[in-house]
């Protein structure tokens, strides 16, 4: 039988044993604490051209990294600049990914809300507030969002760089490109007038010349993603695992993710899936 427990909330800025290192360290080999997703480490303290130390960065499998900021006690200015700074850096280093900045603390000030309202929604920046409790000798901890990440422009509204079929048969692969190509004449019945828009980071869709995302395709190598919008339905969610579908959502985008490995896969589960793109229609009142 389960039993209640009491546990004690413990500040950790002055704690003699656990330091910002610590954390680090454990947020390092267990990412899924922090409730942003399935996340993948790629390293700690990364050294800054221009100085400083990347305290983590850590990535998802869609193509974004999340610059990370641990502090202490309270936000103070300092912290919040580096925050910005390296995110900043790593954004002109890497402009290949999407990057998204991460600052946590133990206490999310007024203050810090003030000054980041004052950037208008111009920084995609996560704000998490991290609280300890200890019971006995160890401590747990847990990570609450104060800040989502805003949205910085439409999807239909951005100029990603143009390119052709070429360049996504090189960065992906024929295999992938033609399974695309099936799943999309299958969905013909819905995408009727729709034809592919080939951009940087995406395969989108475009009717007499106009850009209408509904539905992108993200391809990888072995597999794709099917990106469509919506809002967030946790039923819609476990109905997907049920069948056994790979599917997760991008609360600050409005972006399902479906992993799809093939053509027969999409086949599948052809009718659940359709029925997303059609919701995703109606979400752009299409």
């Known amino acids: 039988m389960a039993n209640l427990v009491k546990i004690e909330k413990i500040s950790l800025k002055n704690h003699p044993q656990i330091k910002e290192d610590v954390i680090q360290n454990f947020i ?48 103070d200015p300092s912290h919040i600049i580096r925050t910005i700074e390296y995110w900043d850096m790593e954004k002109k280093r890497y402009p290949q990914y999407d990057h998204c900045a991460v600052i946590i603390a133990e206490e999310i000030t007024g203050r810090f809300m003030n000054v980041i309202a004052l950037f208008n929604g111009a920084i995609p920046l996560v704000a998490l507030q991290m609280s300890a409790y200890a019971q006995g000798n160890d ?30 048969e090189s960065k ?51 597999w794709l993603y099917i990106v469509y919008k919506g809002n967030e339905d946790v039923e819609v969610m476990k109905e997907a695992e049920d069948k056994g579908l790979d599917l997760s959502f991008k609360s600050a985008w409005k972006e399902y993710y479906l992993k799809i490995s093939n053509f027969n896969e999409y086949n599948q589960h052809k009718q659940f899936i359709d029925n997303l793109i059609i919701g995703s229609m109606n979400y752009f009142n299409l």
């Open 139 to 168: 401590i747990s901890l847990a990570f609450t969002k104060v800040l989502d990440r805003v949205s910085l422009a439409n999807i239909d509204e951005e100029q990603y760089e143009v390119t052709d079929r070429n360049y996504w």
């Open 172 to 222: 992906s692969s024929k295999k992938i490109l033609s399974d695309i190509d099936k799943i999309f004449d299958s969905m013909k019945n819905i995408t009727s007038g729709y034809e592919f828009k080939y951009n940087k980071f995406y395969i989108g869709m475009s009717k007499d010349g106009l850009a209408k995302n509904f539905l992108m395709f993200r391809p990888k190598k072995n």
């Open 28 to 75: 390092f080999e267990n990412p899924s604490v922090l409730g942003l997703g399935e996340l993948a480490p790629i390293q700690r303290e990364k050294i800054q051209p221009q100085g400083g130390r990347l305290d983590l960065l850590l990535a998802d499998d869609s193509g974004t990294r999340y610059e990370i900021e641990v502090q202490l006690g309270a936000t």
